[in-house]
């Protein structure tokens, strides 16, 4: 049973896994760059390089299917550059021009070369054929020997190195690329030509490309290129992070994609498998769609946790500033009041009960501050007289017009408003005449 799995299914985990690899760290730069559909249009690019290749030679070796391939995608890239500058149009609509003639004209070729009744398979070459990489059964004496490793497929080895070849790419240039996809000018100025750096990246993404589609298709390959560097990009703004998280949703998507797609019927009674390479492109796009929802800190759900407590923050604040004036003025806040006060009585019920909880509030009505929350009170209120007194010395703006500008502003920025206008030279009353408690 193991060898078995060394021999059918380990081989096409491997060359999956390599080549998501590789794709997915290129991706990070394409995602960066805005240039998502520069790898769809390279993947379809490459088609009528390959059959060119394939009716040319009448061979299927990888070594031809790779040259082919490569100067298709070369060939596309350095179109689509030369559509957008001297045709003056966006770069979206040079790759949706060039891609859709490059994919159309190798539709056309494969359909000639069937009418030559020549073996070229159109689902192999749009849609992958993981399960037809295999590795023949070594025997247990010589599992390792010269000769059992010389009967690896192809397809293990091409993906392995143009991985190897990506990341070294990637480790040598990162702090240039890095300048590049975000600053173009400021990479030129600083000596590195942006232009280059941009033809290296679409040379290494069409070689990407030329070593995947033999795994997933010249069409599905699309996913690994984009998926794992969009997935990793919502969990983190850090690149060198979001290059590792790339990496690490590539690997998962291809161990997860083929083995559900090879496994996954029969655990529920469906006697055939799924197509490996399609299963892949499948579980790729869930990690994205559940990080869309889920991830910390851009997922839907995590924004609306994180809108949900700044809200509750805010409100707690407010009624801490309600209550501290109450007492300045040398009157208590009914309950009711503070319900009525302020919008969504809801959350500000909810946040009565978290500040009581917090023993910031005593459980009583009127509402009383305790010693920690007249100090957050205290602080609340200060730091919005300094906002009115600073939008009307610094910004110009009206006395009448500063309040719902400082009551926005006095939950955020409190140390720099410190540093600018809260020390020993602070003003001590806010444009209305009332005085601004000390720190």
């Avoid at 398979?121 to 490793?149: K, M, N, R, V």
């Avoid at 801490?320 to 009711?336: D, I, K, S, Y």
């Amino acid at each position: 049973m193991f060898q078995q799995f060394l021999s059918l299914d380990l081989p096409p985990i491997l060359s999956a896994m390599f080549s998501s690899i590789a794709c997915a760290v290129l991706g990070n730069y394409l995602v960066l760059r805005r240039l998502s559909l520069m790898g769809d249009a390279i993947s379809h690019s490459v088609l009528p390089g390959i059959v060119v290749a394939f009716l040319l030679t009448s061979s299927r070796s990888s070594i031809t299917v790779f040259i082919g391939a490569a100067l298709a995608g070369i060939l596309s890239a350095l179109l689509i550059e030369l559509v957008r500058r001297f045709g003056r149009v966006e770069t979206g609509a040079s790759m949706g021009v060039i891609f859709s003639i490059f994919f159309a004209l190798g539709v056309i070729l494969i359909e000639q070369a069937a009418a030559r009744s020549i073996d070229l398979d159109a689902d192999c070459l749009l849609h992958g054929q993981l399960e037809a990489i295999f590795w023949y059964p070594p025997s247990s004496t010589e599992f390792f020997s010269f000769h059992t490793l010389s009967l690896v497929p192809s397809e293990v080895y091409s993906s392995f190195f143009t991985m190897l070849l990506v990341l070294l790419f990637v480790r040598l240039l990162y702090k240039e690329l890095k300048i590049s996809s975000f600053d173009p000018a400021l990479s030129t100025s600083l000596g590195f030509s942006s232009t280059l750096l941009y033809q290296l990246l679409m040379i290494l993404v069409a070689a990407s490309v030329v070593a995947s589609f033999r795994v997933v298709g010249s069409i599905l390959v699309i996913a690994m290129i984009l998926c794992p560097a969009a997935t990793a990009r919502l969990y983190t703004d850090r690149l060198q992070s979001q290059i590792y998280l790339s990496v690490f949703f590539a690997a998962l998507s291809s161990v997860f994609g083929y083995l559900a797609g090879a496994f996954g019927p029969s655990l529920v009674g469906y006697p055939h498998s799924l197509n490996a390479s399609g299963m892949i492109a499948v579980v790729c796009g869930l990690f994205l769609g559940s990080s869309a929802l889920f991830a910390p800190q851009y997922g839907i759900v995590g924004r609306l946790l994180r809108k949900r407590a700044l809200g509750l923050s805010v409100r707690r604040e407010d009624i801490l500033a309600l209550v501290f004036r109450a007492v300045e003025q040398g009157r208590t806040v009914p309950r009711e009041e503070a319900f009525q006060t302020f919008e969504n009585s809801n959350l500000t019920k909810r946040a009565c009960a978290r500040l009581i909880q917090e023993e910031l509030l005593s459980d009583s009505d009127p509402l009383m501050l305790t010693t920690r929350g007249e100090v957050l009170g205290r602080e609340t209120v200060r730091k919005h007289r300094l906002w009115e007194s600073y939008l009307v010395s610094e910004a110009g703006m009206s006395p009448d017009h500063v309040h719902p500008t400082a009551e926005k502003l006095e939950h955020f920025a409190g140390e720099r408003l410190e540093e600018s206008v809260g020390g020993e030279d602070s003003p001590q009353q806010d444009p209305h005449g009332k005085k601004i408690p000390q720190a």
